[in-house]
């Protein structure tokens, strides 16, 4: 039997001081639908989209574990556009492990993101960003994950404890499938300070001050030694001034 960290959630009137006062937020998803707003249908709609993801051919460490799809965005208020499909890249200061490397992932499927929900979900964060750090254009990488214990045991960060580089990351915890593990873990990136806690209901949602926190996710691994399991997230992420490797 493993413990548990319960997600400690704030209602959405406190999601912009919890912010500002800790450097991240975590809402609940009943809090989240009323939020974008959206149903469950629409959000499993997007979901479905997560059983269609390539394997991530880049991971350094030899592992089969993680498969993703990667399309950018920008986003001006409630305007939201897609970018020309582009690689995917990080300076080694934030990613050890892949950085300075130009990923080309497949982009999103078009279908899910001509949805209604789509361009809705992604103003909202927008919003929230731009609360913090003032209205302006933000370029938003939108990434589809899906870590699986097809090695027996799946990373959702391999690259350890890390910032994005960004401004604002969201993290969409979809679904977990017959797996223990995937503890979220958010430290002060200039202080001693930490939280950790499990993402357990299907679309919660943790908001990262990318400036403030780093940030990891403790490996999966099957429920039964012989099982198999996912995690699938919606990770967004949101930068002022351009995309990465502009």
């Not at 991240?24 to 639908?33: G, H, K, N, Y």
Request: proline share 8%; hydrophobic share 35%.
């Amino acid at each position: 039997m493993t413990s548990e960290f319960q997600p400690p959630y704030v209602p959405l009137a406190g999601l912009d001081q919890s912010l500002k006062t800790r450097g991240f937020a975590l809402i609940s998803a009943a809090d989240v639908r009323q939020w974008l707003p959206a149903t469950p249908d629409e959000l499993q709609e997007l979901h479905r989209g997560w059983n269609d993801l390539p394997a991530d051919g880049y991971l350094k460490d030899g592992g089969h574990y993680r498969r993703r799809r990667h399309s950018c965005f920008e986003v001006r208020g409630e305007q939201v556009q897609q970018a020309p499909h582009r690689a995917h890249w990080q300076p080694l200061e934030y990613n050890a492990l892949h950085g300075g490397m130009q990923r080309l992932f497949e982009p999103m499927d078009p279908a899910l993101v001509a949805r209604p929900v789509w361009p809705r979900l992604l103003g909202r964060v927008g919003a929230v960003v731009s609360a913090l750090r003032g209205e302006q254009p933000w370029f938003v990488e939108a990434h589809a994950f899906r870590i699986d214990t097809t090695d027996g045991i799946g990373r959702p960060t391999p690259e350890g404890a890390h910032r994005d580089g960004v401004d604002l990351v969201a993290v969409f915890m979809l679904e977990r499938h017959l797996i223990k593990g995937g503890e979220s873990r958010v430290f002060e990136a200039n202080g001693p300070a930490g939280q950790r806690f499990t993402l357990l209901e299907p679309w919660s949602l943790l908001l990262l001050d990318d400036q403030r926190v780093i940030h990891e996710s403790t490996p999966i691994q099957p429920l039964q030694a012989e099982g198999f399991g996912w995690r699938d997230t919606l990770v967004l992420t949101y930068r002022s001034g351009g995309f990465q490797g502009d």
